[in-house]
């Protein structure tokens, strides 16, 4: 999968703050490497985290899907035709919010991943700290895993638990759990470039 540069290219999709985007960039641009960063793409051109790519150096693409309402398989093709552009080898979801039909889902299988803010398979899809604390559950944490046509529901690469405390609400889990996601995701993406994990 490597290019010249010994760094498999990878393309990050988002739709909002790209704090995970930013820990995947900032692992990329590190000495020895296993991958490096070459796209940001997202849904929403007002997506925060577009700026703080560009800042850290990073082409972006803003692919709006509002035009597309009618016609998914046309915004699929635009986003396939940029990561195409960009030589991408592996795509990683970071907080993208729109579903992908199986056109994207099929052409990256193996080859996609995703972070899923819970210990999967507890708690695909959304609210998943308010349903983990709803539950008396000890602990949360997060999932790195392949992406395949049902949702949160692929192979698993990787997951960290993070110990649920007293008095914590949705938004303070939440908080702890993103720093976790940084620091997995980056290490899940290091260790997938250098073909050191499979699914568990
Ligand atoms: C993260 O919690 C991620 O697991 C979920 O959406 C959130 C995105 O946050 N899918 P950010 O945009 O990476 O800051």
Redesign the pocket.
């Known amino acids: 999968m490597s290019q010249p540069s010994g760094r498999v290219r990878v393309a990050v999709m988002?739709?909002?703050?790209?704090?995970?985007?930013a820990a995947l960039i900032d692992a990329g641009q590190a000495a020895e490497a296993s991958f490096e960063v070459v796209l940001v793409l997202s849904n929403d051109p007002e997506a925060g985290?577009l700026a703080i790519a560009r800042a850290k150096g990073v082409p972006t693409a803003a692919i709006d899907h509002r035009p597309f309402a009618k016609d998914r398989a046309a915004h699929e093709a635009a986003i396939e035709a940029a990561l195409k552009t960009a030589g991408t080898e592996v795509v990683a979801l970071?907080?993208y919010m729109r579903l992908l039909t199986p056109f994207l889902v099929h052409r990256w299988a193996g080859r996609m991943l995703?972070?899923?803010?819970s210990l999967l398979p507890k708690y695909p899809g959304l609210d998943t700290h308010a349903r983990a604390l709803a539950a008396g559950d000890a602990e949360a944490g997060?999932t790195v895993h392949l992406v395949t046509e049902g949702v949160d529901e692929g192979p698993i690469l990787a997951r960290q638990a993070v110990p649920i405390v007293a008095d914590d609400t949705p938004a303070t889990l939440?908080e702890r759990?993103?720093q976790a996601?940084h620091i997995l995701y980056a290490r899940a993406m290091a260790d997938f470039c250098r073909g050191r994990i499979r699914s568990l």
């Open positions: 988002i739709s909002g703050a790209g704090s995970n985007m985290g970071a907080g995703n972070i899923h803010p997060c939440a759990v993103l996601e």
